[in-house]
């Protein structure tokens, strides 16, 4: 099968989203500079005079500037639901929901998975999962994402993309779901996998050069435009040190910084044992970064030392943010589901003695190990209060949530 071509400049904001989203859709493509693409200057000119992004597909047809809905309806991955009501939803296709996706379909639910990005949440972006039970060798997280989603496939589920709802309401023992594109959903129980996102540093100009040398995450489709420079990783966790370990072979040098004394504090073993021995990686510990500088790009960073007090500009035009970050669950705000300051849901015993549980919850039994204080809505992997922020542990947690709706569904 033919590839597609992507023709854009390397450092567009435009192209951005466009190569990353295909990259954690395990699409492959090939990448055209249009300053020296092969479409002759006459062809650009008159189908894409402003040098937008171009995706040309395999049966030749071409989208200037696509939004990443326009590409992922031509890849036919854009349906509609098929059924008026399902016995389960999903919200998030993280490896959290493609786990529940999977045991769900499995088992005979009929079930829906929404996501409003791209399959595999935070884990997709990430180069290498190495401590995934099952695979010596690791697998990248857009991979295993893929997998998943083929298996769920197999079962039945219903996969929306790119699918955004502004409003979720409980009433009649059931969800129900309106869409920004107008659409409803019903279904008896819910599941929210919707993860976290990674947070900002708040700094000025930071908006400004979003996806013109900043990210947010991992990043791994930038690798190819990382050669033989220096680029910065912001943050200590697993996602950062796998960020680090894959650019090291593309980079000159990367640069983590962390705000503590040490990298064991928050990075798994193997992963610190791995940086430390990769001579182009370097960590600055002690460290943020206070200023971003640049005309239309990215050109230069500024980071404080507490330790010393001391300021220095560093040169660089690619700067990657992977910090912790908030919860993805606004959409609850205007329901009776409990959250924490944080916006993490509460489930099982941790609802037990809040005010507000005891005042929306008319069930006489308690609620289950992943149930909110909505009976028949659980909650599973990293949106989750009290949650453990592992892949392993979030597989772990969809299986179990599914276990807990047949439950609660035999029930009613």
């Known amino acids: 099968m033919n590839k597609l071509k992507i023709y854009g400049k390397a450092d567009s904001s435009e192209t951005y989203p466009i190569r990353d989203f295909l990259n954690r859709s395990v699409v492959d493509f090939e990448w055209h500079n249009l300053s020296d693409s092969d479409l002759s ?39 509609k639901p098929k059924y008026k009501e399902y016995d389960l939803s999903i919200y998030g296709a993280g490896p959290a929901g493609l786990s529940a996706a999977v045991y769900a379909a499995s088992e005979g639910l009929k079930t829906i998975l929404i996501e409003r ?29 893929e997998r998943a989603r083929q298996q769920a496939l197999k079962f039945g589920v219903e996969i929306l993309l790119l699918k955004e709802g502004i409003k979720g309401t409980f009433y009649d023992k059931k969800i129900h779901v309106d869409f920004a594109s107008g659409e409803k959903l019903v279904a008896k129980t819910n599941i929210c996998a919707t993860g976290v996102e990674y947070a900002r540093l708040n700094l000025p100009d930071e908006k400004r050069f979003f996806h013109k040398g900043v990210y947010y995450g991992a990043g791994a489709s930038e690798a190819f435009f990382c050669q033989d420079i ?36 928050t990075l798994s073993d193997y992963l610190v044992r791995r940086i430390e021995s990769i001579q182009n990686i370097h960590v600055l510990y002690n460290s943020q970064v206070t200023e971003l ?22 040169e660089t035009s690619k700067l990657f943010i992977c910090i912790g970050g908030k919860p993805n669950t606004e959409w609850s705000a205007e329901t009776a589901i409990c959250r924490d300051i944080n916006g993490y849901l509460f489930t099982g015993s941790d609802l037990v003695g809040l005010d507000q549980f005891k ?54």
């Open 41 to 79: 200057s006459e062809k650009v000119s008159s189908i894409n005079p402003e040098l937008h992004p171009m995706i040309e597909f395999p049966d030749g047809e071409i989208l200037v500037n696509p939004s990443l809905e326009e590409i992922a309806k031509t890849l036919g991955w854009i349906t």
């Open 117 to 145: 990005e791209a399959v595999g949440g935070q884990a997709g972006t990430s180069s290498m999962i190495e401590n995934y039970l099952g695979f010596p060798e690791g697998i990248s997280g857009a991979n295993l994402a």
């Open 230 to 265: 220096d680029l910065y990783i912001v943050g200590g966790g697993n996602s950062a040190g796998q960020a680090a370990v894959y650019f090291s072979g593309f980079a000159k040098r990367v640069f983590m910084v962390i705000r503590k004394e040490n990298l064991s504090e």
């Open 293 to 314: 500088d640049g005309d239309d790009y990215l050109e230069r960073i500024k980071i404080k030392n507490s330790k010393n007090s001391t300021e220095k500009w560093h």
């Open 359 to 412: 005042c929306c919850w008319q069930e006489e039994r308690q609620p289950y190990h992943l149930e909110t204080s909505v009976p028949g809505s659980f909650a599973a992997g990293d949106v989750r209060f009290n949650s453990v922020k592992r892949v392993a542990s979030a597989v772990g947690e969809g299986a179990m949530a599914v276990t807990q709706v047949h439950q609660y569904l035999s029930k009613l």
